[in-house]
């Protein structure tokens, strides 16, 4: 009975959908008001039947009803409960229900949270996305039905890939999706506003927190990602330029410059155009990520053969939503007014740097990822585009742009003065040598480029807290003047403040890890031992253990520095029932100066084991970044602007219409 | 019933809370113009609260406010041609409404009709567990008693219902581990030893393993005549090659077999597999004798009146696959594919819950070129 009411539920739902998208469409045609407004109950209704239908699924996953295909396919009666549950999305069907729940839920919020937007406006925004809910309710009912049933049941169920049964898996797709579908509100918005002709204040207002939101989700899901690849893949590596992760990326990318530009689109009422053509392509590269992740094109064109009814159908979506847009765009933006004239040196000026350097990097991306993909459909020849390609591509469009963003935020509206902002730097500047120095002395000998690396990253940090310093008259004022600028200072500009000190933190975790990581692969047996980085590592054997659905072996080791021992670390070869699918268990110890990164790997004839150990300098740093980059987010979001009071209502003055 | 309940009442809250708007007849909502307005008097304000605060310079202040004041001008003067607000006529909501009370629930009713299950309940897997024994739920009753067992390693009587039902459904290395398990709990009674023993030689294929040895001679030493334990040490024995030894073996357990034994066939098959001139078992010398001397119709005939006896005592007691199988055989001798092929059925009906019964029946339509059933 739940399993049949979730199906029916989803299936209401799509109805919700085309409801949802021709009734307020059709009526913010037509200028009635009823049929506007009901886009608001449809995209919460939406909302709650999608809600509805996941929780029965979910209920069936706890329950281990093996008489739903998909619980059968991707569960088992033995896992912990917390993997029965992420097992929900760790699949294609169930991943797919969470995207459009989670496109519904941003619909919804739209719905609630923006009474201040023209209602024509707003019912054209949640007409078009609604659509797009149409278009996945379609795919999933017909290609990806999670609720299809076996008859009979089977008393026991598959099991979940075992490389998905961890933490930060668990919850890295819930993070990405709600990134990847958020930039479907900033779509929307865009396509309302090229069918309208025209675009509000309240526009530019409101696409601005919609494209925070979903960045921030996205910043937290691809950390989650990469963190996840580097304390559970074993290799040591925190990022990869695989295509699964490059997919999540480009839009990460794209929304970076989107919320740039928004800014100026609100501040001084320019680059609309431009605007909603980059906020066209953020959404644009998410179902790009969505279909070379779900399609299975990534792991080899061939794959896509194998399922080509699921790979067309997103392919399909995709042509008719990008191609869709993108032929709108082509057709309404001349229309629409342009406004705001700027310097070239100004903040304006600025930010259309930070775009043009954002999206070429994006496109640098966008051609490492696709260009073998397109050759091995075309030749069927097979080349694989690696670190190489990518540092010689993405680096050099960065690196200017890194440079830049701490003047950027000094330069005046309409017109600046670069060499103010340069003097107002010298702090930074001065902060930033003496790093590299630091650097150069510290690990002398390392490469070269490791030193102006880490004065980047010095430079960007000092630079981010130059700006507010200066917002709030630091020094120049008396300290409890200052303090009281400080707290008065808008969310904003504490949320910037935050970001671009997360990137410089990154940056020199980045550079770190590239240039003084210590690698030791050898074989040891036990009591044997190894040194890094100074410390010594003695592997002091391994004992089996059984866990609730694996068998591993645990390898010990001891770390200590000097004869004083530190901390013992294990490192796990698993096997998980039934699949019989190995896993590792990385060893971590965290310095205040990197991690200590231990691998027990395969058994060697001579009765030892392959150790494989890294020092990782500052490795946290990248992480923090993102952590301190997501919090500007978040500080920014509740910055008070956004809370616009809705126009009072008018008893229309001008003479009632005859009736 | 219910389920359709739900769905009815889901459906009528979807198109109440989604069509309330359409009854609205009277426009309340502001024109285009305010709402622009109401944003930049907003960012006054925030200018305002800017400026009171000293976040922003005096001057800054003024260019912002004068930016700020020319666009709200812009948008005073740019729609005022414009309808203020829209139109609350009534015929085309009365479409709408009417449309979407109709077309909401047939899209969904019909997807669910195409794609739905109404007919099938859950099966969450405690829950099925647990009625296993109400539903006649095999499957189901074995993981129960799994489940029971991974509580209670120490129950000897658990195993010993666990094992014959592996064996039913065809796992017959899970039986012989939970035989294993009866085995290693208990003081085992030379059945039991027997029972092991064949479990390791079912989930061996028919090969009698030294450990199956072991567990048959055990038994025979705590009962040296236990017929099933000496009948596999016979097999074991001849499966080594020593076919004299175990014929002599297979000869002495008939001996002793009472006429009516239902194992005599099994054994009488061994032995006529290893002497082939027994091929014929119901064959006595006398009947051989006087077999020789007859002429080839006569002798067909004298087959057939003992392969009509086969069929009956089959009718009679089915539960012998030896004998059906060997029923078969003698009706393609014979020329009569029909009765072969109801034979074999009538076995298939009869083993019908038994796994390897229903692949040997299988093999044997294989080995006749007779077409396959569904059952099997």
């Keep these: 009975m739940i399993a049949e009411t979730g199906h029916f539920a989803l299936l209401l739902a799509f109805a919700v959908a085309i409801y949802q998208f021709a009734v307020p469409l059709y009526g913010a045609h037509i200028r009635h008001d009823g049929m506007m407004a009901t886009a608001v109950p449809a995209a919460v209704m939406q909302f709650l039947l999608l809600c509805l239908s996941f929780a029965c699924l979910t209920w069936l996953f706890v329950t281990s009803d093996f008489s739903v295909h998909n619980v059968w396919a991707n569960s088992h009666s033995a896992k912990p409960m917390i993997y029965k549950i992420s097992g929900v999305w760790g699949n294609h069907e169930g991943s797919m229900l969470l995207w459009v729940l989670i496109l519904a839920l941003f619909g919804a919020l739209v719905a609630a949270f923006s009474g201040n937007l023209p209602p024509g406006l707003k019912a054209r925004v949640l007409a078009v996305q609604s659509s797009i809910s149409a278009a996945f309710l379609l795919f999933l009912v017909l290609s990806s039905n999670p609720f299809n049933r076996v008859d009979p049941a089977p008393i026991e169920g598959n099991g979940l890939n075992p490389i998905l049964q961890d933490p930060a898996l668990a919850f890295h797709p819930p993070f990405l999706y709600a990134g990847y579908v958020g930039l479907s509100v900033a779509f929307s918005f865009a396509i309302a506003a090229l069918i309208e002709g025209r675009v509000d204040a309240a526009w530019a207002r409101w696409v601005r927190p919609w494209t925070l939101a979903a960045w921030m989700f996205l910043t937290v899901g691809i950390a989650m990602g990469s963190w996840w690849a580097y304390y559970e893949l074993g290799w040591g590596g925190w990022w990869f330029w695989d295509p699964v992760e490059n997919a999540s990326f480009m839009p990460w990318l794209v929304a970076g410059a989107l919320l740039h530009s928004a800014i100026v689109v609100e501040k001084r009422n320019a680059l609309k155009i431009w605007t909603i053509l980059l906020a066209i392509l953020a959404f644009s590269l998410s179902l790009v990520g969505t279909f070379l992740v779900r399609s299975g094109v990534l792991t080899s064109v061939h794959a896509f053969a194998v399922d080509p009814e699921r790979g067309v159908f997103i392919l399909a979506i995709l042509c008719v939503f990008i191609g869709g847009a993108l032929t709108l765009y082509a057709w309404r933006a001349p229309t629409l007014k342009t406004g705001g004239l700027f310097a070239p040196i100004s903040r304006e000026g600025a930010l259309v740097v930070n775009n043009l350097l954002l999206t070429a990097s994006c496109a640098a991306v966008f051609i490492g990822t696709l260009y073998p993909l397109a050759l091995e459909a075309v030749t069927s020849q097979k080349i694989s585009v690696g670190p190489p390609y990518f540092n010689l591509t993405f680096g050099p469009i960065i690196l200017p742009l890194l440079m830049l963003v701490p003047i950027g935020p000094l330069l005046s509206w309409k017109r600046g003065d670069l060499w103010g902002a340069l003097q107002r730097l010298w702090v930074a500047a001065l902060l930033a040598a003496i790093f590299a120095v630091i650097a150069l002395v510290w690990q002398f000998g390392g490469p070269w480029l490791a030193p102006l690396g880490i004065a980047l990253g010095v430079w960007m940090v000092v630079g981010a807290l130059v700006d507010t310093a200066n917002r709030i008259q630091l020094f120049r004022k008396p300290l409890n003047v200052s303090w009281s600028r400080l707290k008065g200072l808008p969310g904003q500009a504490f949320g910037m403040m935050l970001a671009h000190l997360g990137v410089g933190v990154m940056v020199i975790g980045i550079v770190a890890i590239t240039a003084w990581r210590e690698e030791v692969i050898t074989v040891l047996k036990p009591n044997e031992s190894l040194q890094m980085a100074g410390t010594t590592v003695t592997f002091l054997g391994e004992t089996p253990l059984t866990g609730p659905n694996y068998t591993a072996e645990v390898g010990r080791f001891d770390v200590s520095i000097g004869g004083t021992k530190i901390t013992t670390l294990t490192s796990e070869k698993r096997v998980f029932q039934p699949s019989r699918q190995p896993t590792t268990e990385v060893g971590l110890h965290a310095f205040w100066t990197g991690d200590l990164y231990v691998v027990m790997g395969d058994a060697d004839t001579s009765g030892g084991r392959t150790v494989r150990a890294y020092f990782n300098p500052l490795v946290h740093f990248i992480w923090l970044g993102a952590i301190i980059m997501s919090f500007g987010a978040i500080v920014s979001l509740f910055d008070r602007r956004y809370r616009v009071g809705a126009p009072k209502r008018t008893r229309a003055p001008a003479p009632q219409p005859a009736e | ?376």
Aim: with cysteine; aromatic share 6%; hydrophobic share 45%.
């Design chain 2, 1 to 376: 019933m219910s389920l359709w309940i739900i769905f009815a009442c889901l459906t009528a809250a979807v198109l109440g809370f989604v069509l309330l708007p359409l009854f609205r007849r009277q426009s309340d909502l502001a024109g285009r113009k305010a709402y622009d307005l109401a944003v930049y008097r907003d960012q006054l304000a925030e200018l305002e609260r800017d400026r009171a605060a000293g976040l922003i310079l005096q001057n800054d202040a003024e260019a912002a406010r004068n930016e700020l004041g020319r666009r709200m001008l812009a948008a005073d003067a740019g729609e005022s041609a414009a309808p203020q607000s829209g139109s609350a006529s009534a015929a085309p909501a009365k479409v709408v409404m009417l449309a979407a009370l109709v077309g909401i629930p047939a899209v969904a009713l019909t997807a669910y009709t195409i794609l739905g299950r109404p007919d099938l309940p859950d099966v969450p897997r405690q829950q099925r567990i647990a009625d296993a024994v109400k539903n006649n739920d095999f499957t189901g009753m074995i993981a129960q008693v799994e489940a029971h067992l991974a509580k209670n390693p120490q129950d000897v009587q658990g195993w010993l219902v666990l094992a014959p039902a592996y064996r039913r459904i065809g796992r017959f290395t899970e039986a012989a581990q939970a035989m294993a398990k009866a085995v290693a709990l208990s003081e085992p009674t030379p059945q039991l030893w027997t029972d092991y023993g064949e479990a390791l030689v079912l989930a061996a294929k028919g090969i009698v393993t030294s450990n199956a040895r072991t567990a048959f001679e055990k038994a025979l030493k705590l009962d040296k005549n236990h017929v099933k334990a000496q009948f596999y040490h016979a097999l074991a024995v001849k499966q080594e090659g020593d076919t004299e030894a175990a014929l002599a073996e297979f000869k002495a357990i008939l001996k002793k077999a009472p006429k009516t034994a239902a194992y005599r066939n099994a054994i009488e098959r061994q032995i006529a597999l290893i002497q082939p001139v027994a091929k014929a078992p119901a064959l006595s010398k006398e009947q051989m004798e006087s077999a020789k001397d007859m002429s080839t119709g006569d002798r067909m005939e004298m087959i057939r009146g003992m392969v009509d006896q086969l069929a009956g005592r089959l009718a009679e007691n089915g539960k012998d696959l030896e004998g059906w199988l060997r029923l078969a055989n003698a009706r393609m001798v014979l020329g009569e594919k029909d009765k072969a092929v109801a034979a074999l059925n009538s076995a298939a009906e009869q083993f019908r819950d038994d796994a390897g019964a229903l692949r040997r029946i299988k093999d044997a339509r294989t080995q006749h070129g007779l077409p396959e059933s569904s059952q099997e």
